[in-house]
């Protein structure tokens, strides 16, 4: 777990001033009490200071969870220890703030790490992910660090906003029961808000950088890098890594990720696909009659459950019957399924081309080939539809020659 050291200075000040405010007004409605002495002003702030402390510990550890059913079940049944959680909170309050105070005057203002129990699922591959400094790629590195800022961003209002309310009422309503429902319903709307912001930011970074600019490598490294070191959701993290990763046809890294407890294995569609995705080559060449049925069989159920992507399920189950009819060596009726299709985004454009680039290469139209070949290799980036197209290209001026 991290602790970002300035803003938690600033939490543990706030709830210190509203102990002592709280000292103060407790002070003028009761008659008995002429003086406050230091006792009676430090009692409340180390209480609200470390109410503040438990509570911003205790979020920084429910966000390092992945969401599912089960973790929020775990934090509310965990939140009904919520004395536990006050009592933790003051307990480690002045030794993290010697902690803060230290690393503030030998000049360090970022952050630490202290250690938890658990802790979210992460993907691990064969080697560690890079960290921040040992990235070379400028693109990569600014990505991270818009991530990383936009992140801080959005915890700090978030647990501004939750905070604030609960604390006040504490205070005002005084009711042990209310507050500890509130509480609770703060957490889960807490971890909501936090997944969909930022499932949202990288879903954009995704759309930009994979499906616009057909860059896989980048997508690859940031994915790693940010499900390894910041603990991003697994679940959508995942699966940009795994798409990725299909679109460079690096069948061993996925095949190796799929040994692993993957949250994106409960979708039938993407287990299909991904499985397919983890053969070889000459695998995929046998195995491909079960896919096409199995593929097809999935988009059929997805579409009728969600009748919303009709559209996007039919384009896919017409480019699944170009798949059949290349693999039959029918390319006339592959292409006309092909040429029936107009996709959205430049990475499906290069995977359509791809199709039909090979289609005419097959058929012996060279003119057509090589001109769509040139095209895959002009826009396909760091997708492996280009080290292909070079090779077709290859083969056709050792044909000429």
């Not at 200075?9 to 001033?17: A, D, R, S, W, Y």
């Not at 102990?19 to 002495?37: H, I, K, N, V």
């Not at 005057?105 to 080697?127: E, F, N, P, V």
């Not at 909501?192 to 970074?205: D, E, G, P, R, S």
Request: one cysteine or more; a neutral charge; hydrophobic letters at 45%.
């Amino acid at each position: 777990m991290k602790i970002n050291i300035r803003f938690h200075l600033f939490l543990c000040l706030i709830g210190g001033v509203v102990g002592a405010c709280e000292a103060y007004l407790f002070s003028q409605s009761a008659p008995y009490m002429d003086t406050l002495t230091i006792l009676d002003v430090l009692a409340p702030v180390i209480v609200m200071g470390g109410l503040v402390n438990g509570y911003y510990l205790f979020f920084n550890w429910i966000r390092i969870r992945e969401f599912t059913g089960k973790s929020i079940m775990s934090a509310c049944i965990a939140f009904l220890g919520f004395p536990v959680i006050v009592f933790l909170g003051v307990l480690s309050l002045v030794p993290l703030l010697l902690v803060d105070f230290f690393l503030m005057l030998i000049r360090k203002w970022d952050t630490y790490k202290i250690s938890t129990i658990g802790g979210g699922g992460i993907i691990k591959a064969d080697d560690e992910a890079l960290a921040f400094d040992e990235i070379e790629d400028l693109t990569c590195k600014e990505k991270i660090r818009g991530y990383s800022q936009y992140v801080n961003r959005l915890r700090i209002v978030l647990l501004l906003l939750f905070l604030g309310v609960n604390i006040l009422c504490w205070m005002v309503f005084e009711n042990d029961l209310l507050s500890l429902g509130l509480a609770m319903v703060s957490i889960i709307l807490y971890r909501f808000l936090f997944t969909l912001k930022i499932n949202a930011y990288i879903h954009h970074m995704a759309q930009d950088l994979l499906y616009k600019r057909c860059d896989p490598y980048r997508m690859t490294l940031i994915m790693d890098h940010l499900l390894d070191h910041h603990k991003i959701e697994t679940m959508f993290g995942e699966y940009i890594l795994m798409t990725s990763l299909r679109e460079q046809d690096n069948h061993e890294r996925i095949k190796d990720l799929i040994k692993h407890k993957n949250t994106y294995l409960n979708h039938a569609n993407l287990r299909v696909v991904y499985h397919y995705a983890s053969m070889s080559k000459h695998e995929r060449e046998a195995y491909f009659p079960q896919f096409y049925e199995e593929d097809k069989a999935v988009i059929d159920a997805y579409a009728k459950k969600y009748p919303k992507y009709q559209d996007d399920a039919q384009k896919l189950l017409i480019s699944l019957e170009a798949d059949k009819y290349i693999r039959r060596m029918e390319y006339e009726k592959a292409l006309a399924q092909i040429h029936s299709l107009s996709m959205k985004t430049t990475l499906d454009t290069i995977r359509l081309i791809s199709k039909e680039a090979y289609c005419y290469y097959m058929l012996q139209d060279e003119e057509k080939a090589k001109m769509l070949f040139d095209e895959i290799i002009e826009k396909g980036n760091s997708t492996y539809y280009v080290e292909s197209a070079r090779e077709y290209l290859e083969e056709m001026n050792k044909q000429k020659g």
